[in-house]
């Protein structure tokens, strides 16, 4: 029988943030607005940690519509994946809960302050990864 495990928030906190990656290239400076600083310290590791889940839940949305689109051009492919992603609602939510459920509870709180800014980014980071892998 499993052992279920349970750990506080903090814990957790120590946990998530530990299994990231650094980015390298990524300089963090004091002039750049409190929205880049956490795109860059958090945004962006989290999503290169959910990349494979995140092409793979994209494939599948892809294969359960029975759509291929390996020959096409790089342009055509990215026009593709953004549409899919601004439009396809239930598929967009599911890409921002994987990257939403491995943040910790203060960088929750950070994203819900804006919103509507991260999630574009989120967005755009995912639709410049699954264009640059399909």
Same mark, same amino acid.
């Given at each position: 029988?499993?052992?279920?495990?349970?750990?506080?928030?903090?814990?957790?906190?120590? %946990? *998530? +943030?530990?299994?990231?990656?650094? /980015?390298?290239? !990524?300089?963090? @400076?004091?002039?750049?607005?409190?929205?880049?600083? #956490?795109?860059?310290?958090?945004?962006?590791? %989290? *999503? +290169?940690?959910?990349?494979?889940? /995140?092409?793979? !839940?994209?494939? @599948?949305?892809?294969?359960?519509?029975?759509?291929? #689109?390996?020959?096409?051009?790089?342009?055509?492919?990215?026009?593709?994946?953004?549409?899919? /992603?601004?439009?396809?609602?239930?598929?967009?939510?599911?890409?921002?809960?994987?990257?939403?459920?491995?943040?910790?509870?203060?960088?929750?709180n950070t994203y819900f302050t804006h919103e509507t800014e991260y999630r574009r980014r989120i967005n755009q980071?995912?639709?410049?990864?699954?264009?640059?892998?399909?």
């Open positions: 029988m499993a052992k279920l495990l349970f750990i506080d928030h903090m814990d957790r906190s120590v %946990v *998530i +943030k530990s299994d990231r990656p650094v /980015i390298k290239g !990524i300089e963090i @400076s004091e002039v750049m607005s409190p929205q880049e600083k #956490f795109q860059n310290e958090v945004l962006r590791p %989290v *999503i +290169k940690v959910r990349n494979n889940l /995140i092409i793979l !839940i994209f494939k @599948s949305h892809l294969g359960a519509r029975m759509i291929d #689109f390996s020959k096409s051009d790089i342009p055509t492919k990215t026009l593709f994946i953004t549409n899919v /992603i601004q439009k396809d609602l239930g598929l967009r939510n599911v890409l921002l809960g994987v990257i939403l459920g491995v943040m910790s509870e203060d960088e929750l980071m995912i639709i410049h990864r699954l264009s640059d892998q399909l």
